[in-house]
């Protein structure tokens, strides 16, 4: 059947998209099954008003962007080197940026 090692590679690209289509299948499922714990999520983050969605987990000044300070990533030595990748993803907020650069 796999005379070729290219029948080799279409097998494994179907194999992966079969894979790829189930995790789609997979995410509809799940959404339609929590839907309704879902819009109780969202009520309750509407009628307290919560704002600053973690985006990153890794570290504090990148969890809350707008509460952060621009010396927070350098807090161990003011010459230390980010060792959080999420910091060299993030864009500064506006209040920290330099006024020249808007």
């Not at 929590?34 to 000044?61: P, W």
């Not at 621009?70 to 920290?96: A, I, K, R, Y």
């Amino acid at each position: 059947m796999f005379n070729r090692k290219s029948h080799v590679l279409l097998a494994f690209f179907l194999v992966n998209l079969l894979l790829v289509g189930l995790l789609f299948v997979h995410a509809r499922v799940v959404q339609q099954k929590n839907r309704v714990s879902f819009l109780e999520k969202r009520k309750i983050v509407k009628e307290l008003q919560l704002t600053d969605l973690c985006i990153f987990t890794d570290a504090r000044y990148t969890r809350h962007p707008s509460m952060a300070d621009s010396n927070t990533p350098f807090q161990d030595h003011p010459l230390s080197l980010e060792h959080f990748p999420s910091g060299s993803l993030m864009v500064l907020p506006p209040h920290l940026r330099p006024h020249g650069n808007e």
